[in-house]
């Protein structure tokens, strides 16, 4: 189980962001880092266990009928990616504390990085699709938290919503292939999906769920063609971008293609689409970051064309390629984390970025330069570094490789052109920083950081050195642990020595010196080649196009809503008939052989009456009291049909509900027009009449087609089990406060939020109170006539008394707490109208808003209670007692559920219609009132 706690761990270092307004900076940062730091070691301890080849795995029922579980696994790439997580995050946490200004929300940042890391540790751990899906869409969510954390600056919001967008659409593409795995393979156990990679590939499926994938993977790793997002990400503080574009955010997209490496590679659709996106990103972001003048922007670039070269090697699809590609993840994360690191500190002590100006820094932070110069050549690869390493093993495989069949020549020459450029810009960084004259005009005089700033930076330019010199002592284990866990065992023999001899990848990298070195030193001409074409602003771009699509949309809408609800129910009832009504026109085929239920004289009877009375309505729509009269005719009519067909719990319910209904419309229309003008032309109302009679054909048809077939229903399963499941005979009510108790619980919700909102929005309405009706004729000044005060009174004992009887009963006959409280609602209100608010509102001091707050608390204590006994939510308990004089009762625990419906639907129900009936008088409620 202590698996299940290295992902949630560090979600509880949210607590100390939320006192940091009672803490001082340093001690928010090490109380932020506690549970890191334990989550980290909890992952240490388990490093035997993963280093021998065991996979850990941890499963929580969740939605099993779906195939989804909580399920945690640990194995030597979750391992790696959990131990760069939570090693570098710490990390961040401590340059952070002194990267942030005073006026900076430290609290805030460190929430908004703890959800991050979390979210990571979600991915990098998850046991199952779906649970690893949502944990890669809350990356997306809180590096947009991030990002934009200065939101004071438009770059910061324009390059968090573009990051968003991108990644966002990425993430709805990989949960369509994640889902369409899941129905190849039958089962959303990552566990399983990654050993069923001959199923998978063999399956016609498979292009379509690769391609979904990978375009997951390619929006959150900035592969070309989605690379533009990443570097206006770098408007986010600089913790934010050492941490997310170095060992997390953007590696994310390369976990997941080396999660899903043994099970979607090996074809060549994958060494086509993976190796040539790579080779691509390398290229283009090598090349781009050569002319970047912000340091920023220039370890933007470099990233990007990193990220490229990782993928190039997942996508030879050799085995050495894939150990290439692992061993190069750890090595970037260590050399960019610093170099990010070692950039905020730059411009945190010279107050800017720009490379123009930041000129001769070595006298001025010598230390710091130190730093900065080997992380920089680590990243340009040159020997004795861990960077190196990697590049030369990147180098050997792309001799060894057939993507392009006779043109594969072109990858070993075009990945030593990018490794030319990385020379290039590494010595650009390093000589305009730190060499190169004096400063010009920088806003403050540079000097060396805080000590503690340093530490973080310090502790990976040694991990730089030390993984150069011995990297088998270092990572040997962890590299070996991880490309196990992506070859699935299958780990050739491979050499991590610093000294291969001269061969040809050795040649490779001295000509990427050279030449990088050359390129340099020539860069002034290949800054005049490039100022010739004219440089395009992705974020103006993309903006541009959000616009653009933003304005097609408002056509299309403006052309479809045009405000007439009539339009629109015709263009719908107009597909209706389009999809619906052809398949219908064979009647033959329609008619089942079901045998029909005899004709009644009481049931003709009922049916014309419903048929008239909707009629009547429709024909007197505009005088709208007659028509609320006769539409409460046809709920009277489905009532009573209700009855007739053996449904006496929805007769109740849809009685009660009809009265509750008039009395809301009577309370709305007394401040309308008592008449509606003529608004359809005589042709209109003839076409509405054809489209409403084709559609009364469907629909009748429709009917018809499933009353005269037999239809398999669960009904048997609830009658069977209504007793000895639930405890009640009555089966409606035992189905709802029991075998679908959750529905009604969030029904109960809802109606509590859509009464709160209903009371917002009517608290302080002024509305026209008319004096007399439609002919002029004022109403009677006796509002509450003695006779009405006189019965209301009267029956209100009755009303209650039943509303219990029937509250009480409701589990074993027709009954229960929503019909009760339907009841007790009516006689409640006819109190209100026989009497006037300002009467009752000293007599009946209930606050509706608490109420239903109770209510739907007491609902959710009981579903609770059941948790205690292991059993689901909602799950009833029942018993059989014996007691002196009143022999022996029934008890459930479903009735203490229905109590919070009945107090719920009570409370909603009046706080709408009271405080609707407060408009008509001289009352105006205030925001504390009920």
Same mark, same amino acid.
């Given at each position: 189980?202590?698996?299940?706690?290295?992902?949630?761990?560090?979600?509880?270092?949210?607590?100390?962001?939320?006192?940091?307004?009672?803490?001082?900076?340093?001690?928010?940062?090490?109380?932020?880092?506690?549970?890191?730091?334990?989550?980290?070691?909890?992952?240490?301890?388990? /490093?035997?266990?993963?280093?021998?080849?065991?996979?850990?795995?941890?499963?929580?029922?969740?939605?099993?009928?779906?195939?989804?579980?909580?399920?945690?696994?640990?194995?030597?790439?979750?391992?790696?990616?959990?131990?760069?997580?939570?090693?570098?995050?710490?990390?961040?946490?401590?340059?952070?504390?002194?990267?942030?200004?005073?006026?900076?929300?430290? @609290?805030?940042?460190?929430?908004?990085?703890?959800?991050?890391?979390?979210?990571?540790?979600?991915?990098?751990?998850?046991?199952?699709?779906? &649970?690893?899906?949502?944990?890669?869409?809350?990356?997306?969510?809180?590096?947009?938290?991030?990002?934009?954390?200065?939101?004071?600056?438009?770059?910061?919001?324009?390059?968090?919503?573009?990051?968003?967008?991108?990644?966002?659409?990425?993430?709805?593409?990989?949960?369509?292939?994640?889902?369409?795995?899941?129905?190849?393979?039958?089962?959303?156990?990552?566990?399983?999906?990654?050993?069923?990679?001959?199923?998978?590939?063999?399956?016609?499926?498979?292009?379509?769920?690769?391609?979904?994938?990978?375009?997951?993977?390619?929006?959150?790793?900035?592969?070309?063609?989605?690379?533009?997002?990443?570097?206006?990400?770098?408007?986010?503080?600089?913790?934010?971008?050492?941490?997310?574009?170095?060992?997390?955010?953007?590696?994310?997209?390369?976990?997941?293609?080396?999660?899903?490496?043994?099970?979607?590679?090996?074809?060549? $659709?994958?060494?086509?689409?993976?190796?040539?996106?790579?080779?691509?990103?390398?290229?283009? @972001?090598?090349?781009?970051?050569?002319?970047?003048?912000?340091?920023?922007?220039?370890?933007?670039?470099?990233?990007?064309?990193?990220?490229?070269?990782?993928?190039?090697?997942?996508?030879?699809?050799?085995?050495?390629?894939?150990?290439?590609?692992?061993?190069?993840?750890?090595?970037?994360?260590?050399?960019?984390?610093?170099?990010?690191? /070692?950039?905020?500190?730059?411009?945190?002590?010279?107050?800017?970025?720009?490379?123009?100006?930041?000129?001769?820094?070595?006298?001025?932070?010598?230390?710091?330069?130190?730093?900065?110069?080997?992380?920089?050549?680590?990243?340009?690869?040159?020997?004795?570094?861990?960077?190196?390493?990697?590049?030369?093993?990147?180098?050997?495989?792309?001799?060894?490789?057939?993507?392009?069949?006779?043109?594969?020549?072109?990858?070993?020459?075009?990945?030593?052109?990018?490794?030319?450029?990385?020379?290039?810009?590494?010595?650009?960084?390093?000589?305009?920083?730190?060499?190169?004259?004096?400063?010009?005009?920088?806003?403050?005089?540079?000097?060396?950081?805080?000590?503690?700033?340093?530490?973080?930076?310090?502790?990976?330019?040694?991990?730089?050195?030390?993984?150069?010199?011995?990297?088998?002592?270092?990572?040997?284990?962890?590299?070996?642990?991880?490309?196990?866990?992506?070859?699935?065992?299958?780990?050739?023999?491979?050499?991590?020595?610093?000294?291969?001899?001269?061969?040809?990848?050795?040649?490779?990298?001295?000509?990427?010196?050279?030449?990088?070195?050359?390129?340099?030193?020539?860069?002034?001409?290949?800054?005049?080649?490039?100022? &010739?074409?004219?440089?395009?602003?992705?974020?103006?771009?993309?903006?541009?196009?959000?616009?653009?699509?933003?304005?097609?949309?408002?056509?299309?809408?403006?052309?479809?809503?045009?405000?007439?609800?009539?339009?629109?129910?015709?263009?719908?009832?107009?597909?209706?008939?389009?999809?619906?009504?052809?398949?219908?026109?064979?009647?033959?085929?329609?008619?089942?052989?079901?045998?029909?239920?005899? $004709?009644?004289?009481?049931?003709?009877?009922?049916?014309?009456?419903?048929?008239?009375?909707?009629?009547?309505?429709?024909?007197?729509?505009?005088?709208?009291?007659?028509?609320?009269?006769?539409?409460?005719?046809?709920?009277?009519?489905?009532?009573?049909?209700?009855?007739?067909?053996?449904?006496?719990?929805?007769?109740?319910?849809?009685?009660?509900?009809?009265?509750?209904?008039?009395?809301?419309?009577?309370?709305?229309?007394?401040?309308?027009?008592?008449?509606?003008?003529?608004?359809?032309?005589?042709?209109?109302?003839?076409?509405?009449?054809?489209?409403?009679?084709?559609?009364?054909?469907?629909?009748?048809?429709?009917?018809?087609?499933?009353?005269?077939?037999?239809?398999?229903?669960?009904?048997?399963?609830?009658?069977?089990?209504?007793?000895?499941?639930?405890?009640?005979?009555?089966?409606?009510?035992?189905?709802?406060?029991?075998?679908?108790?959750?529905?009604?619980?969030?029904?109960?919700?809802?109606?509590?939020?859509?009464?709160?909102?209903?009371?917002?929005?009517?608290?302080?309405?002024?509305?026209?109170?008319?004096?007399?009706?439609?002919?002029?004729?004022?109403?009677?000044?006796?509002?509450?006539?003695?006779?009405?005060?006189?019965?209301? &009174?009267?029956?209100?004992?009755?009303?209650?008394?039943?509303?219990?009887?029937?509250?009480?009963?409701?589990?074993?006959?027709?009954?229960?707490?929503?019909?009760?409280?339907?009841?007790?609602?009516?006689?409640?209100?006819?109190?209100?109208?026989?009497?006037?608010?300002?009467?009752?509102?000293?007599?009946?001091?209930?606050?509706?808003?608490?109420?239903?707050?109770?209510?739907?608390?007491?609902?959710?204590?009981?579903?609770?209670?059941?948790?205690?006994?292991?059993?689901?939510?909602?799950?009833?308990?029942?018993?059989?007692?014996?007691?002196?004089?009143?022999?022996?009762?029934?008890?459930?625990?479903?009735?203490?559920?229905?109590?919070?419906?009945?107090?719920?639907?009570?409370?909603?129900?009046?706080?709408?219609?009271?405080?609707?009936?407060?408009?008509?008088?001289?009352?105006?409620?205030?925001?504390?009132?009920?």
């Amino acid at each position: 189980m202590s698996l299940f706690w290295i992902p949630l761990l560090p979600a509880l270092g949210v607590l100390a962001p939320l006192l940091s307004a009672k803490l001082g900076r340093t001690q928010c940062a090490f109380i932020t880092a506690a549970a890191p730091a334990l989550s980290l070691l909890l992952v240490l301890l388990m /490093a035997p266990a993963v280093f021998s080849g065991e996979t850990l795995i941890v499963s929580m029922n969740w939605v099993p009928a779906l195939g989804m579980n909580l399920s945690f696994r640990m194995d030597g790439l979750a391992f790696l990616f959990a131990l760069l997580i939570l090693g570098i995050g710490l990390l961040i946490i401590l340059y952070a504390r002194y990267y942030l200004s005073a006026k900076d929300s430290m @609290g805030k940042f460190y929430a908004y990085l703890i959800l991050f890391m979390t979210a990571m540790l979600g991915i990098v751990l998850s046991n199952n699709l779906i &649970q690893l899906w949502m944990f890669w869409e809350l990356t997306s969510i809180s590096s947009f938290l991030l990002i934009s954390f200065w939101h004071g600056k438009t770059e910061g919001r324009k390059g968090a919503r573009m990051a968003l967008t991108v990644t966002g659409a990425g993430g709805l593409a990989l949960l369509a292939g994640l889902i369409l795995i899941g129905k190849i393979v039958g089962s959303y156990d990552l566990e399983v999906v990654i050993n069923s990679g001959d199923l998978i590939r063999a399956h016609g499926a498979y292009p379509v769920a690769l391609v979904l994938i990978l375009l997951g993977a390619f929006t959150k790793s900035a592969q070309f063609p989605f690379h533009f997002w990443l570097p206006h990400a770098m408007a986010a503080p600089t913790p934010v971008s050492a941490y997310l574009h170095s060992a997390t955010m953007v590696k994310a997209g390369i976990f997941l293609m080396a999660r899903f490496y043994p099970a979607l590679s090996g074809t060549e $659709l994958w060494f086509i689409i993976v190796s040539m996106t790579g080779l691509a990103t390398l290229l283009l @972001g090598a090349y781009t970051a050569l002319f970047k003048h912000d340091i920023k922007g220039l370890l933007a670039y470099s990233t990007i064309s990193h990220l490229g070269l990782i993928t190039l090697l997942l996508g030879m699809d050799t085995q050495l390629a894939a150990i290439a590609a692992i061993f190069h993840i750890i090595n970037h994360a260590i050399f960019k984390a610093s170099l990010f690191m /070692a950039a905020g500190i730059i411009d945190h002590e010279a107050g800017t970025r720009d490379m123009r100006r930041l000129n001769g820094l070595w006298k001025f932070m010598p230390y710091t330069a130190t730093l900065a110069m080997v992380a920089a050549a680590s990243m340009a690869g040159v020997p004795l570094l861990n960077g190196f390493l990697s590049k030369e093993m990147f180098f050997a495989e792309t001799l060894h490789q057939h993507t392009l069949g006779s043109l594969s020549w072109m990858i070993p020459v075009l990945a030593t052109l990018a490794a030319i450029f990385s020379v290039a810009y590494s010595l650009r960084f390093i000589h305009d920083v730190f060499f190169n004259g004096e400063p010009i005009d920088l806003p403050k005089t540079p000097h060396e950081p805080p000590r503690y700033m340093k530490v973080p930076v310090e502790i990976l330019v040694g991990l730089c050195l030390l993984v150069g010199i011995f990297p088998g002592l270092i990572v040997g284990k962890l590299l070996f642990s991880a490309s196990s866990a992506v070859l699935l065992g299958d780990v050739p023999d491979y050499s991590l020595s610093i000294w291969h001899g001269f061969n040809l990848p050795l040649t490779m990298s001295i000509v990427a010196m050279l030449f990088g070195i050359i390129i340099y030193h020539n860069r002034r001409k290949l800054f005049k080649f490039q100022s &010739q074409f004219p440089e395009t602003d992705a974020k103006i771009v993309f903006e541009s196009i959000i616009q653009c699509m933003v304005r097609g949309t408002q056509k299309i809408n403006a052309y479809f809503e045009n405000g007439s609800l009539q339009r629109y129910m015709l263009m719908v009832l107009l597909l209706v008939i389009v999809f619906a009504g052809h398949p219908l026109l064979d009647l033959l085929q329609t008619e089942g052989t079901r045998t029909q239920l005899p $004709l009644t004289s009481l049931s003709i009877i009922m049916a014309t009456l419903l048929v008239l009375s909707a009629f009547a309505t429709v024909i007197w729509h505009r005088q709208r009291y007659i028509s609320l009269l006769t539409l409460s005719v046809v709920g009277l009519i489905v009532s009573v049909s209700f009855s007739y067909f053996s449904a006496p719990d929805l007769a109740l319910t849809q009685l009660s509900v009809e009265v509750v209904t008039i009395t809301l419309l009577m309370l709305a229309l007394f401040f309308l027009p008592q008449q509606t003008p003529k608004e359809s032309s005589p042709g209109r109302v003839a076409r509405d009449l054809g489209v409403a009679a084709i559609i009364g054909g469907i629909i009748g048809t429709i009917n018809y087609a499933i009353m005269t077939r037999p239809q398999l229903s669960i009904s048997e399963f609830f009658l069977e089990n209504s007793k000895p499941g639930g405890g009640g005979t009555n089966v409606v009510n035992v189905i709802l406060v029991d075998f679908r108790g959750f529905d009604t619980f969030g029904e109960i919700l809802v109606l509590g939020i859509a009464a709160l909102g209903i009371f917002k929005l009517i608290n302080r309405m002024k509305v026209f109170m008319p004096s007399g009706d439609s002919k002029g004729i004022n109403w009677t000044k006796d509002s509450h006539p003695m006779i009405l005060r006189t019965v209301s &009174q009267s029956l209100l004992p009755l009303a209650l008394l039943v509303s219990a009887y029937i509250f009480l009963r409701g589990h074993n006959m027709p009954g229960g707490g929503f019909i009760a409280g339907l009841i007790t609602a009516v006689a409640i209100i006819l109190q209100y109208i026989a009497h006037g608010v300002d009467w009752i509102k000293p007599r009946l001091k209930i606050n509706y808003q608490w109420a239903i707050a109770i209510g739907v608390l007491i609902a959710a204590i009981t579903g609770a209670g059941s948790w205690l006994f292991d059993r689901p939510f909602l799950t009833s308990w029942f018993d059989y007692f014996s007691l002196p004089l009143l022999g022996e009762f029934e008890l459930a625990s479903a009735i203490a559920f229905d109590l919070g419906v009945y107090i719920t639907v009570v409370a909603a129900t009046l706080l709408i219609l009271a405080n609707l009936g407060k408009l008509t008088t001289s009352h105006r409620p205030k925001m504390e009132d009920k």
